[in-house]
């Protein structure tokens, strides 16, 4: 080990109290940052689930949708202008709306119904455990998720109840399928789901677009939206950034866990800087002999900045292990955290460079020390 | 001709502030050379550690000139001080000022790291200047487990690791008893008979100067006396560079 690691790593265990106080103060701050942009990430991927689970090469959307749960509405006349696009080879209609599902002990709970062709081009349920997707083809049949099945009062499959007080029959049973709003999902058929939400004949929320194969997604993204004057034409990566905007920033949700975040790394800091300005005062006759015997400025950096990457590091790996465990526990819930190795990556970074600018202040302190305090007794 | 390690001329130096403001040092000459240990006494007050501090690039003085190895240092900025001071000078503290999370050895090796040498060889080298201070056994032994005489040894090892042309000590008996004490300055004397480094020991002490070669007294900032008790066989040489 260099010499100046090991002066770097016994300065540091030498006040354990302080060294446990620094690392302490890291772990916090970077598992509160952790949390935050694993929360803000899970929101993020979260809001989107159905626009990635719908597969679309394009969607089309009536103008001014602000997110996936929007409740604005098309034409479905307007499927065949769609149709006419060369380069489309299919435009899947997507029903969704919210209705009020019949609690079997009286009572109602909301639900989010979607409905769709139970084909390859739909938004059909995923994860299914018990069931089919063939048996949502049946009577009355849904899918429901069954994290939900207390609040639905149901037990499983077979089990039937109202929705709108239309007939429903659990036909398929989903596990994980998570709403952020905490409103279940029910998956259907496009004209039951019409039914179950009360929408209009002729009236349908979205179009998803297959391409025929080689056809440019731009060109016929362009020409759509020519055809399709009063619907908007968008790409499942820019239907997610609208519905990540409007979810994380028009709710302020987003800026409050961003918000969160930016406190963690600040009090980090603060604590980090304060602990190692500390530690630098006492042991500045050290640093001062160092000095002395020719050390030059920035070896004695080098001592201090040391003492800031080890108490990074090791602050680093114990928040990593405490998010690991928030990301196990929250896995299942309506808002998971979330982890992905460029978060972890960057968090390295940051905590790292959080402890090398607290040492900031310890060593504009060192430099001003004066190599003659080492001849006072 | 022997030409001075270190050569200073005409130093002066004041100190504090204001009504506080001293006149630490008025207009001193002092030589020091190789292969002779050069005591500096004087009462308390007088300037020793302040001369000692421009002598050995520590501090600058406010008028005067320095040359150590024939280069001269005023004007020089602090952190080329501390390359002089790297390159040149060796010193030895009162206070020992081991570090005291290191072992003996590594307080030795420390000086061979902050000049940049971090290989192996560097610790051979601090183990070896360790062995011929008679602390082999001590090496692994932190600066608390030492007696005051071998942690003053284990600084003595540090400062003259990397072979400086010049040792500088501030009182390095002033913290033991008189058998540690001349330890102490058995091991100085044996250093200072290298004929390319020079020693000089401020001190209060009388019992080592038996150990100078040559006694130089100061007094309210002004040398007041400077006696040779070297070698005859040196004192020509010298005497003709003084002249020179
Ligand atoms: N930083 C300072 N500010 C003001 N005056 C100072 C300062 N350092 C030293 N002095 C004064 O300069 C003079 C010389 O001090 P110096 O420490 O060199 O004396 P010394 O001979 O080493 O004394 P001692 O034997 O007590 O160590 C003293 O009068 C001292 O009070
Ligand atoms: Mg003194």
Known sequence: ?377 | MISPIIAGKGISMRLGRGAGQVEALKGIDLSLYGGQLTLLMGPSGSGKTTLLSILGCMLCPTAGTIEVGGCDTIGARPEQLARIRRGQIGFVFQRYRLLPTLSALDNVRLALDVRGDHSRHATEKASATLDGFGLSHRRNAYPHELSGGEQQRVAIARAIVADPAALLADEPTGALDGDSGHGVMTVLARVARDPSRAVLVVTHDPRIVPFADRIVHIEDGCITGDESSLDRALRPAVAASCYA
């Open chain 1, 1 to 377: 080990m260099p010499l100046v690691v090991k002066l770097a790593c016994r300065n540091l265990v030498q006040d354990r109290l302080r060294f446990v106080a620094t690392v302490v103060g890291i772990v916090f701050s970077i598992v509160l940052v952790t949390v935050q942009l694993g929360l803000y990430l899970g929101f993020e991927r979260t809001v989107t689930t159905m626009i990635r689970h719908a597969h679309a090469d394009l969607w089309v959307v009536p103008r001014g949708t602000k997110c996936f749960e929007d409740p604005s509405l098309l034409d479905e006349r307007k499927r065949a202008a769609a149709l006419a696009v060369g380069g489309v080879a299919d435009a899947v209609p997507l029903l969704i709306g919210f209705a009020e599902w019949s609690v079997t002990g009286g009572g109602t709970t909301p639900v989010f119904v979607i409905g769709s062709t139970l084909g390859a081009g739909g938004l059909r349920p995923w994860n299914i455990v018990v069931g089919s997707i063939g048996a949502l083809a049946g009577a009355h049949a849904v899918a429901a998720d069954k994290t939900y099945f207390d609040r639905l009062g149901v037990t499983g499959l077979g089990d039937t109840v109202a929705i709108r007080g239309d007939k429903a029959h659990i036909a398929a049973v989903t596990d994980g399928i998570r709403s952020f709003t905490t409103t279940p999902y029910i998956f259907t058929t496009l004209d039951r789901a019409r039914a179950y939400t009360g929408i209009p004949p002729g009236r349908v929320s979205y179009f998803l677009v297959h391409l025929a194969p080689g056809a440019d997604t731009d060109t016929v993204r362009r020409q759509l939206a020519a055809k399709l004057p009063s619907a908007e034409v968008l790409t499942p990566a820019q239907f997610s950034a609208r519905s990540r905007s409007f979810w994380l920033f028009g709710t302020g949700a987003g800026a409050a866990l961003i918000a969160g975040a930016l406190l963690g790394v600040i009090v980090g800091t603060v604590i980090v800087a304060q602990t190692l300005y500390s530690s630098t005062k006492d042991h500045l006759n050290e640093f001062a002999t160092l000095r002395a015997i020719g050390a030059a400025a920035g070896y004695v950096n080098q001592a201090i900045v040391c003492q800031a990457l080890v108490s990074a590091v090791i602050g680093f790996l114990f928040a990593a292990c405490i998010s690991a465990v928030a990301v196990e526990v929250t896995k299942d819930s309506a808002l998971p955290i979330l982890m992905t190795p460029e978060l972890t990556l960057g968090l390295f970074v940051l905590t790292v460079s959080m402890c090398i600018i607290s040492a900031f202040a310890a060593i504009v302190q060192v430099i001003r020390i004066d190599p003659m305090r080492v001849f006072m007794s």
